[in-house]
């Protein structure tokens, strides 16, 4: 249940806008660019109201030898763009159905179908929770247009990387979902950090 984490970075500061018309414009182009991207690749974006199924892991299976059952990608999606002094920091998680897959084995199986399921939406549970952390971070920076889009860039980059940490321990300390008693503490923990509540995974 490895999982690789795919990063698209739209980045730009624009010109001070001076109508509020044109200032709707550029935002709405931020959203659409995010959107194309993620279109492009056929994501499904995280939704609180859309669980995975087994029907989103549409891709080839890498390796039908391997002992990894299933295989989340997805992507964090973000785009940064200053309006003069104003900051609009948009990041959307969304699955990529064509680089994840399933073993028809997990599918057929009782006892490795729904645990093998919840484990891997539980992944991509985790990585809403850091694209909200994200949100936070970028709302709460300040002056952020007074810096250059390489140091923006780089904020962006550094929370993605611990994201990529977490999802790490996620799976060492479930072993890939087989120990119940760390999955259901990390189910319990992630589905409470979606809810508001900021803690970092099961002590």
Known sequence: MKLVVAIVVSLAL????????????QQASLTETLERQIADRHGVKWSASRVLTWDDFKGPIVNAEDAEAAHLEYGLFYGVRCTGRSLRFEVVAAMLPGDSWVKRSVIDSPADNARTLKHEQTHFDLAEVHAKKMRRYFTGLYEPCLRSNED?????????????????RYDEETRNGRRADRQQAWDADVAARLKGGERGGPL
């Open 14 to 25: 624009a010109a001070p806008m001076l109508a509020t018309e044109t200032a709707g414009r």
């Open 152 to 168: 923006l860039a780089g904020l962006a980059d550094g929370l993605i990387k611990a994201e990529g940490s977490e999802q790490k």
